[in-house]
């Protein structure tokens, strides 16, 4: 995803400078390389913002398996859920402990 943004913003801004000089007018040339500008920053925008939810996606991952690892568990004898032991009562019944 992330090589096709970049792809589509390079494209945007090759697009409007060669349509912007095809017009041949310095209004028109203004207007399209002005326009492929702001298209193509906002791909690359899309494209950083995409890279930084991967990033913290893989970083809360490592972390809730880090969290699995440190925790204990212990069974409910009512339904036999398996919850933190923190807990006072069984999340899915209610049982008391």
Known sequence: ????????????IITSIVVGIATKS???????VTGGACIAAILFALDLIIDNQKHIS???QKSV????LRTTYKTCPKCGYEHDETRKSCP??????
């Open 26 to 32: 310095f209004w028109g040339c203004l207007f399209w």
């Open 92 to 97: 899915k019944c209610g049982h008391r402990m």
């Open 65 to 68: 398996h880090t969290k699995k």
């Open 58 to 60: 893989e970083l809360l």
């Open 1 to 12: 995803m992330n090589t096709v943004l970049r792809v589509m913003g390079i494209i945007a």
